[in-house]
């Protein structure tokens, strides 16, 4: 068996998943991960699928193409590497709440990368009357590297950005 992963992208409507999980199940594809999200009226969905060793991307996209077309999706069908890459190291959830303006994002993600750490989840959304803009993100750290020096790497960008800012352990957070 190999593995390929499926990203299609378009105008949110009913039927989406159903129409390209219907059009998987001819080729004895079997989805192993799934994530999909709407974000302002578009879809977004990424596929890890396990398919025959006969079927390869050109096989796949050729059954997807159809359902693509008639829901108005941008498809793209690639290799996986056949197993789930998580990055080794501790986990951290960092949080940033304030008032919506360009360039939160940026600051954050920038600062973790520039200390190897790996964003591994990531979600944003403005909410509430007045507008709060919270950004949420799972990180995976490098060997050697702290969650309280994440923490302290991001303050000045927390002060920055004009927002709140909070760093835990993954098994440390509090929903």
């Known amino acids: 068996m190999g593995e390929l992963t499926v990203t299609a992208v378009g105008t949110d409507r009913p ?8 059009a998987l199940l001819p080729l004895g594809a079997n989805l192993h991960d799934c994530r999909a ?11 890890a699928v396990q398919v025959p060793d006969e079927i390869d991307r050109a096989a796949a996209t050729e059954a997807l193409a159809p359902t693509a077309t008639r829901l108005g999706l941008e498809l793209w069908v690639g290799d996986a590497s056949g197993e789930e890459h998580l990055p080794d190291g501790e986990r951290c959830v960092v949080s940033v709440y304030g008032a919506d303006h360009p360039g939160i994002v940026h600051a954050v993600s920038a600062t973790l990368a520039d200390q190897g750490v790996n964003i591994v989840d990531l979600s944003s959304r403005v909410v509430g009357d007045p507008p ?10 490098p060997a050697g590297l702290t ?10 960008v927390a002060r ?16």
Do not use: C, K, N
Request: proline share 2%; charged share 20%.
């Open 15 to 22: 039927g989406i998943v159903a129409g390209l999980t219907e």
């Open 37 to 47: 999200a709407l974000l302002r009226g578009s879809f977004a969905m990424v596929m």
């Open 132 to 141: 709060v803009y919270v950004l949420g993100i799972e990180a995976v750290l």
């Open 147 to 156: 969650v309280d020096a994440v923490r302290s790497s991001l303050e000045p």
């Open 160 to 175: 920055s950005q004009q927002v709140e800012l909070h760093v835990e352990r993954e098994a440390d957070e509090v929903l």
